[in-house]
């Protein structure tokens, strides 16, 4: 259990560390870590895990990392993956504030912070494949027609800005419909 937890920290600690841009820059990362590397979650998981996480408050990262915890390892392995993930963000935010009104007219700080800028832009198009494409453990997308007719229609609803409350519930009924309770 303790190889767990320690596993779980590293992981987490890492993915806050290079998770760049926010919650869904950190999706391909979590997704390394959890599903190719540690093999916690299978694809599917994953992605149940992340829609979860983007309709219950708070930072997607920090949702995903708590229920992943919770998953692998009961409640200690949620507070850890929790800790880990915000860790670094504290840490650094900390020093930041510290450092801001010396660094802030830096050019070397600013471009970095520049170069930065493509690949956050990188980070969530790579995290927005992977939801849209997945694949199960045999190979075969488990995304089907009817998952592509919600997304469309998702899609059109908030183009008419319909109420989002509203186009996640009637989602959440065409799902329950279509694939059973």
């Known amino acids: 259990m303790i190889n767990t937890l320690i596993s779980l920290f590293i992981s987490y600690l890492k993915i806050g560390f290079f998770g760049f841009g926010g919650g869904y820059a950190m999706l391909s990362l979590i997704h390394s870590e959890v599903v190719v ?18 309709m219950t408050p708070g930072p997607i990262a920090i949702n995903s990392a708590t229920y992943i915890g919770y998953e692998v390892a009961g409640i200690a392995g949620s507070v850890v993956a929790t800790i880990a993930v ?14 801001f009104l010396k660094l802030r007219d830096n050019r070397y700080m600013q471009g970095a912070v520049r170069g930065m800028r493509p ?7 790579s995290a927005a494949l992977l939801l849209m494409f997945p694949h199960s453990e045999d190979g075969k997308s488990f995304v089907d027609g009817w998952s592509w007719a919600i997304f469309v229609a998702v899609l059109i609803g ?7 409350i509203a186009l996640i ?11 059973g309770l």
């Open 37 to 54: 590397h540690h093999a916690w979650l299978t694809n599917s998981e994953f992605t149940d895990i992340v829609a979860i996480s983007q």
């Open 86 to 99: 915000c860790l670094p963000a504290l840490t650094l935010m900390m020093l930041i504030t510290h450092f």
């Open 169 to 179: 519930i009637l989602s959440g009924v065409a799902g329950a419909l279509i694939y």
């Open 158 to 164: 908030s183009a008419r800005k319909v109420n989002p």
């Open 119 to 125: 690949v956050v832009v990188g980070m969530i198009a």
